[in-house]
């Protein structure tokens, strides 16, 4: 089956640094998004991302956090200057058009890059 | 999108089938019925979705009731890789999955 590739895999950094996350969605897909969970907390929707702009986000997406597309196969997320509360796991997903009759309902999720910030 | 409820936790014996609840009294008509699952910290897997009609796929089985205010995962031959936490999420957005606590199972030997 096809796969959504995160790197890395774990990412260390010094609070207020940028860190960029990347992804390589599956590679006929169109619409695009990331996800974060904080240890033993709930999966939470950051932001989806669909021809080349931002379709929907989240309060959690703030003005740190941006998302770009540079080419034709990565996707990344960008923390302009980490807090200590980013600490999480990011998860980047995938899904592909599916047709005019039939939504594409099924959401690929990547392996996700565990984040902590120092 | 509408509120889940799903028990915290519960066991299955290996070769069982897996029955998992999840109540959304709440759901408006355009609303879907998702399910996914989260092996041990992993990205969350799609397993089934559904918006009025039973389905089945290679995964699992998903009952919804005639009024859609509760719907049934069934995995009809539980393994030990089925250990997971399964999420029931309704929702009609664009993939703006609100994931809940979901239900931890575990599949006993």
């Known amino acids: 089956e096809p796969e959504v590739t995160q790197t890395p895999s774990h990412q260390v950094t010094q609070m207020g640094q940028e860190v960029i996350l990347r992804c390589v969605p599956i590679?006929?897909?169109?619409?695009f998004y990331w996800y974060r969970q904080i240890l033993g907390q709930k999966v939470e929707f950051l932001v989806s991302f669909y021809n080349n702009e931002i379709s929907e986000k989240s309060e959690i997406f703030d003005d740190q956090f941006s998302v770009e597309r540079p080419d034709g196969s990565n996707f990344t997320l960008k923390i302009r200057s980490t807090k200590l509360e980013d600490s999480a796991m990011y998860f980047c997903?995938?899904?592909?058009?599916?047709?005019?009759?039939?939504?594409?309902?099924?959401?690929?999720f990547g392996s996700g890059t565990q984040l902590s910030v120092l | 999108d509408a509120k889940t409820t799903q028990p915290p936790s519960m066991d299955c014996a290996e070769g069982r089938a897996a029955n998992l609840p999840c109540n959304h009294s709440?759901?408006?008509?355009?609303?879907?019925v998702y399910w996914y699952r989260q092996i041990h910290s992993q990205g969350p897997q799609y397993i089934i979705h559904?918006?009025?009609n039973n389905e089945t796929n290679e995964m699992a089985s998903l009952i919804i009731t005639e009024d859609r205010k509760s719907s049934t995962l069934i995995l009809p031959h539980a393994t030990l890789r089925d250990t997971a936490v399964y999420y029931c999420?309704?929702?009609?957005?664009?993939?703006?999955?609100?994931f809940g606590a979901g239900t931890t199972v575990t599949v006993r030997a």
């Open positions: 709440t759901i408006s008509g355009n609303e879907y």
């Open positions: 997903a995938s899904r592909g058009p599916g047709t005019t009759a039939v939504r594409n309902e099924k959401l690929f």
């Open positions: 559904g918006l009025k």
């Open positions: 999420i309704a929702g009609s957005n664009d993939y703006k999955l609100s």
């Open positions: 590679s006929n897909h169109l619409y």
